[in-house]
Structure formats: structure tokens, C-alpha cells
């Protein structure tokens, strides 16, 4: 087979794709300001330079923001692989001539998974970080599957050119930088895993330094195979057996997945209809479950919209005024009771009144609104949409994590969000070399851990987001499209790494640009704030002054100060149509155009 290929590419295109190895920055951990940027003609926000770069070379070469997508997505897998990769998922939103099309690249559970995959003997539920290190916790990869079946709707190129960037750099090496070198470090379940171990690590059990040049051979072979043949091999053939040995040979906790597994998920629809919803003067489009992420923050910013001071503005210091966080942290905190209730996968969850945009009616959000007052309600209760009963038990708090998030406009007006995950940074810390027997690969997720480790309290209902066998788990990933509510063109881009507070990330980046007329680099670095369904509002350090937590405080919330380390990635077309783009201080990345 000499490739999979979308729209014929023209040869011309094909023959100015070649990829060149840019030079690779210094990156720093932390915050670090970025400029902001502006292109003309086209951009590309994702979380690392060489990713970033890679898109930029694709749309060069004459390629659409899809085939940039790809491209961007295999660089980080090698440069990026705590965060996301080919043994992950991801959820991709296309805009094209005004039309929003989704691709849904979830993990899936083995059949044979059941609600108590995450339970001990005794039934007591593993521990989390136990549950996650383990073949227990490994999904079916979504990602390659999902971006084949986009490259053939919207793609241009031949799908062998746009593995080419992440190709060269697996050979020729790239410089670990502070950010991953730290992750690593940190990390003795990787140190513990076979290939993970003798590559991460030097003899003595260090992790590489920063600027150590990495090679990865293995992953070079296995993204060639799939460039050349398609993704085949990677779900029926000897990578797809390698994965499964890996999961399967887990020395612990085993894991689930068989061939079969791994055989049907090319089968599976990936093409689903997106959720846009009239909100701040736009048109914003978000993903359907299995993610969560839309429906909340679009509960978020429309019980704001029908409360007196929710479209308030900037204060003079430039940030949110405590007045406006309050009702910010109680609007937070009954999305977050109905997310809890009723959000899973929804071939195995019935929406609540038949439909999942019963929780976005106008109508619904006015009464949650209506409970509003002047002091904290400290935890929320789930409302019912169209006189919903109750059926679900609330899916309990647990973590989530490593995710990263990229926004893509094109030459032609055509623009991708996606953001994608392997879960847990650095996943369930199994690395599979694709059956090469070569240095390296790449990182299998943990993604399984997203389901509830409990199926239900004792004596209660089942949880709507218990393991099933086949079942996507819910997600907090927003991968998120502005559009004009007039003529549907582009308005922005946005999303964000953060697990569950992704919600927030996104709601935030939204607000800065369409609310408060921000620049997306001035959206992105405001500080950032997270509330769940609990009494807290979480600020991040250092951000806010004193007078601002004692405000909140007054008014009932339990105020705690940490890091909240997003990763938004945004474009967004200025007055003049020129795109305006801003990459997370808090992160590696950058926005590459012209």
C-alpha cells in the first residue's frame, strides 16, 4: 500500500512538502510571557515549537488545517508524550464554509471490562495511582482511527507527507527540554516499566537532562509503517499484538484488551454531531458526550447570562471583580452537580428529557440561575431538565490529567480544534515499541481511570459513568469553535489541557475574548480560578490580591491559592481579519503562521 489519501493532492503540493528540521529553542518551565502573535494568511497554536512548526511547514506546502493537524499531533508524541500521542485519544472539531463537523477519537474499554475492573479482592477500589500504573487502566487508542477518517473528509495531502516531520525528528533527535525532563524524573512507575525504563533513563536510573538529545527509532518505524500502509498494522496487525502484549503482560495489574479489541475500533462511527450554542454574542460550538466539556461550560456561561452582574466587566487592576467570581463559582458548581449526574457515554447513557441540549435550554439554566444568592451555596444539587427523575448516582471526585490542546486555522478559511490525551501525564506508564524491538515508542494511556472506580454507593443507583465493556469514558476535554451567529464564518479557536479544570480553562479563554474584547495571549495569561461542586474556589498563586480572597470569603466560599497550570492554545480573527493568536505562559508552546 503507498498511503491513505484524502482529496487528491495535487502533485505540485506533494512536491513542496518536504519537511526541514527548524532550529530548537531553550524552553523554560513556569510562567513565561509570551508576545502574543498575528499572521496573516494562516496559524497554527500547539503546545510545543517543533509541533507548532510542523503544522506551519504542512499549510506551506499547500495543506488543509486537518492534514496541519496531523502533522502536529505525531510531533507530539514524540516532543510532548506525557500529554498526548498515538497510543491516546482525541476529539477533533472541523469548520468548513460555515459547517462544524466533529470526530470522535475517544478510548474505548475492552469488551471483557466490567464495573469492577478497578476493585481489589475484597472489593474495595484499587488505590488511584495503582489503578492507573497498570494494564487495568489502558483504553483502546482512538486517535489514529479518528485522524485517518478526517484526513479522507477534509485532508489534501498525501497521508505519508504529513508523518514526515515527526519521522525525521524520531531519527535525528530532539532536545528534552526542562518541562519533560522533570515529568520524567519524577516518575518511578515509567522507571519500572521494561521499554519506558531503558529509554527514559540512563544506567544509573537518571533521567535524561534537559538538552540531551533523544532519539526514538521505534517510534520512527512504527509512525513510518502506518505513514506507508494506513492504520492497519496499528489496529490488526504486529503493532496492534504489541500493544496487547504490553497491556496484557503488565507485571501487577494485567490488563484486559485482546486483539479483537484493538480490530474493531476502526469500525466504530467517529463522525458526530457537534453542540453549538448562542452564547456571548457567538455562535460556540463544543463537543456532544462522551464529553462533558461543552455541556459545562456552556451551562457555566449561560446560568451567567441570566444573572444581573454576569457580563460584568473587567476591573481596573485587569482582573474579574469578586462580585462577578461569586456568581462565576456558583454558576461553576451547578453545572458541575448536573456533569456529576448525568454525563456518559452516550451509547450506554439515555440524555436527560431525551436530549443532552435539554441541560443548555434557555428555560432550565433561568431556574438553576434562580438559586443563586448573595452567599455561597457550597455544594449543588442536580437539577432536572424537562422534569428528569433522578436515575444516576453522582460520579464521585477523581482526578484527571495529561492532555494537550491545539488550534489551527488555514489559508482558506478552514479551522481545527482538537484536543487530545493520554490521561495521567505520562499515561499508565506502558510503553509499547510497536513490536520493533528498537530503542523507544510511545507512551499507551490510562484513560479507563476517567471511568467512576466505584460502580455505585452501597444501597444507591448505578453511576451513569460506571466501566462497561465497549464503553467510551466521559471526558472534560472542550476543543472549541467560535462562529459569527450570522454568516457562520470563523470567529476563534480555543481549548485546553487541565483535566477537569479544562472546563474552566476554556470558559475562561471565552470570556476574555468575547466578553472582555482581550486579545487571546491577554485571555490566556489572566489568572486562572477553578471551581467543582464542592465549597472551594481554587485561585491561582500569587495572582490575585488579599482584598480579593477576603471578598469571597465574606460571602461563605472556602478560598485556596495553588497552581493551575493550563494550556490554552487560541486563534482568533481581529477586526481587521488578521489572525490574532496566543499560546499558554504556563507551557511550552508557541503559534506559528504567516
Known sequence: ?????????????????????????????????KPGWTHQEWAVAAAHPLAADA????????????????????????VEPQSSGIGGGAFLLHLEDGQVTAFNGRETAPAAADEDL????????????DAVASGRSVGVPGTLAMLQVAHLRHGRLNWAELFQPAIILAREGFEISPRLHAIVDGDDALRRDPIGGAFWFDEEGNAHPPGHLLRNPALAQVLEIVAEEGVEPFYRGHIAADIVDRVQGHGERPGLMVLEDLAAYPELPVEVDPICSPLLGATVCGFPPPSSGHLAVAQILGILEALEGGDAALAEDGLPGPEWMHLYAEASRLAWADRDEYVGDPDFVAAPAGSWTSLLDEGYLARRAELVGDASMGTAEPGQPGGTELAWSPHPWQEEGGTSHLSIVDGEGRAVAMTMTIEQGLG???????????????????ELTDFARVPAPVGEPRIANRVEGGKRPRSSMSPTLVLDSGDGSFLAATGSPGGAAIIHYTAQSLLGMLQWDLHPQAATDLPNFAVYNSPAVLLESGRFPTSFREALEARGHDVRQQGLASGVHSIMRGPDGWLLGGADPRREGIVAGR
Open 1 to 33: 500500500m503507498t498511503g491513505v489519501s484524502g482529496c487528491e493532492a495535487a502533485d505540485e503540493a506533494v512536491e513542496r512538502a518536504g519537511y526541514q528540521v527548524p532550529p530548537q529553542p531553550e524552553i523554560s518551565t513556569g510562567y513565561t510571557e
Open 55 to 78: 503544522g506551519h511547514q504542512i499549510l506551506e506546502a499547500g495543506g488543509t488545517a486537518v492534514d496541519a493537524a496531523i502533522a502536529v499531533q505525531m510531533v507530539l508524541t514524540l
Open 118 to 129: 478497578f476493585l481489589d479482592d475484597d472489593g474495595e477500589p484499587l488505590p488511584f495511582g
Open 428 to 446: 499508565s506508564r506502558i510503553m509499547s515499541d510497536g513490536g520493533t524491538g528498537l530503542e523507544g515508542g510511545f507512551l499507551l494511556n490510562n
